[in-house]
Each structure stands twice: as structure tokens, then as C-alpha cells.
């Protein structure tokens, strides 16, 4: 997906909301920062100002495979990408994006609004933003999911966080 982000062909991500909430009376009901939040129905959702992510006009920083250019220190242009292809072998193994230090991303993305949805409410236009680029984009975005949260993960249908982004505002050493 880094590919995408660079292209600027994704500027949506989903994450599982934690905990989900339950069924309560009416609405649904969660536990988030020792704080309890009660939604009427799925649109009211969409007021929750406090998510782990950030509002409109906040910045998120992009993790992504990476390894330092050997004899290097903390300097952002001596950072091999794994998105970029293939490089020397000599250089070393490649780390995992979630050890991935903040000086080594290139990458910066705005938002521009996050929601809560159900992940199965996604639309065509939503899978394309996604960074699909096969169609129907719904059951390749269907497909992706399944494969990184495990077989049933559709059917289980959860709430999601919806974060809209611009295309990257700042992409270090990217190809033009």
C-alpha cells in the first residue's frame, strides 16, 4: 500500500475500532480513554472527536519496511524503502515497519476527516481510495482485508475507523 500512498492513489485507510461497541438500548455503547461513549445509531458515530488517529488537519507519519544505508546515522536520505524495489543485499536485512523511528519516514499524510462505519458499508468510490486498483474494488479490498485480519474477518462485518487523507504532503527521496 506504501506504493499507493506514493502514487496518490489511496488516501483512505480503515483500523478496527478497540474496543467494539455493543449493542446498547437504542445505540451502541464503548469504553475509550477510561471515558464511555454512547452513539445513537452508526451516523452519530461520526461525532466522536476523540479517536487514536486525529482530526481534520492533523498529520499522521507513515511506517513502512526500511533499512538503514550501512555507515548512516539517523539521516533520512541514507534509507533504503522496501516499496522502492530491491536493493543491494549486502546492505543488510530489512526491519520490520513497526520498529520504523520517526526520522526514517518519508512520509506525511493530512487528514481530512475521520468516521466510524461498518467495514461492510464500504462503496466502490471508498475501495478505490483504498488504493484498489482492480475491479469490482470491493471484493479486492474484500480479499486484502481477509488476508491480513484472517479468513471470516468480512462476515464479522466491525466498526472501523475511517481516516480520509490527502495524498502525501511530503515524500523524501520519492521518484517524481
Known amino acids: 500500500m506504501v506504493r499507493a500512498l506514493l502514487a496518490g492513489t489511496k488516501t483512505q485507510t480503515r483500523r478496527i475500532v478497540k474496543p467494539q461497541p455493543l449493542p446498547h438500548g437504542t445505540g451502541w455503547r464503548t469504553r475509550w ?3 464511555e461513549i454512547f452513539w445513537e445509531d452508526a ?4 461525532a466522536v472527536d476523540r479517536n487514536p488517529y486525529g482530526s481534520a488537519g492533523d498529520s ?3 511506517k513502512e519496511t526500511w533499512r538503514p544505508v550501512p555507515g548512516a546515522k539517523d539521516d533520512p536520505m541514507q534509507v533504503r524503502y522496501r516499496a522502492d524495489g ?3 543485499a549486502d546492505e543488510g536485512a530489512w526491519r520490520s515497519s513497526l520498529f520504523m523511528p520517526r526520522w526514517a519516514s518519508r ?3 493530512a487528514i481530512v476527516e475521520v468516521r466510524v462505519e461498518r467495514l461492510n458499508r464500504i462503496s466502490e468510490a471508498d475501495a478505490l481510495a483504498e488504493g484498489m486498483s482492480v475491479s469490482p474494488a470491493t471484493q479486492a479490498y474484500r480479499a486484502q482485508w481477509e488476508a491480513m485480519h484472517g479468513p ?4 464479522q462485518n466491525p466498526w472501523v475507523w475511517v ?3 490527502e495524498p502525501p504532503v511530503r515524500a523524501v527521496g520519492a521518484a517524481a
Open 152 to 155: 471470516n474477518s468480512w462476515a
Open 163 to 165: 481516516v480520509e487523507f
Open 33 to 35: 480513554r477510561n471515558a
Open 86 to 88: 530491491e536493493a543491494p
Open 107 to 109: 512520509i506525511t499524510l
Open 60 to 62: 499522521l507519519w507513515v
Open 43 to 46: 451516523e452519530a458515530a461520526q
